[in-house]
């Protein structure tokens, strides 16, 4: 339970200004159809998520156990202080149009790239590195994602002016360098 609470915790706090979040908001005003937009952030953020659990997964078996809450903890550090940089959104990095196929899979396409190399992957990765439960990992972090954007989707821009972004962004940072800080101390305290 501790890797759902933790993951969904952190990649909500993250995701909000985050990048994805601001490509939720264009596709909302751009193809307004609200809950084919959600779907499509859904199933592409399972799939991107379940991919970079499974990197962590992998990464926490070939990395020295002695070293890996090390790495993992100075990983959280590092998020926290991107997580204060404000991300923005390229004109081109979210469609005008829908594909043919239809708003869902324009969704989950640009949604999917637009997650890969993006701070809640990253920290997906970290995450399931972290806890020995690749499944509440991606889990978590999907329903992170989802806890921030589907509103974002369906109240739209107007939901970002009245957030207070900066401050949250701050929460945000502080939340993973404390993860961070947390888990060096318990690698100092087992000795490792």
């Known amino acids: 339970m501790e890797a759902f609470l933790t993951s969904a915790a952190l ?28 779907a499509g952030i ?11 659990g499974s990197v962590g997964a992998w990464v926490a078996d ?5 070293w890996l809450p090390w790495i993992i903890a100075l990983v959280f550090i590092a998020f926290g202080i991107w997580t204060l940089k404000p991300d923005t959104l390229d004109d081109d990095e979210a469609p005008s149009e829908p594909h043919p196929a239809g ?10 790239v637009a997650e890969m190399g993006d ?12 806890f020995d439960s690749l499944a509440w990992v991606v889990i978590g ?3 992170g994602m989802m806890i921030a954007n589907a509103p974002a989707v369906l109240l ?15 929460i945000a940072a502080g939340v993973f360098v404390l993860t961070g800080l947390v888990t060096l101390a318990a690698a100092g305290s087992l000795g490792l």
């Open 11 to 38: 990649v909500a706090l993250a995701e909000i200004g985050d990048k994805t979040q601001l490509l939720s908001f264009v596709l909302a005003a751009r193809l307004r159809k609200p809950w084919a937009i959600i």
């Open 42 to 52: 859904f199933v592409a953020t399972l799939l991107n998520h379940a991919l970079a």
């Open 62 to 66: 070939v990395i020295p156990s002695s």
């Open 103 to 112: 708003v869902f899979v324009t969704t989950t396409i640009a949604f999917f």
């Open 119 to 130: 701070k809640t992957q990253l920290a997906t990765v970290a995450l399931a590195a972290r």
């Open 141 to 143: 972090t999907t329903a």
């Open 156 to 170: 739209g821009e107007g939901l970002a002016k009245r957030l207070p972004l900066e401050k949250i962004r701050w």
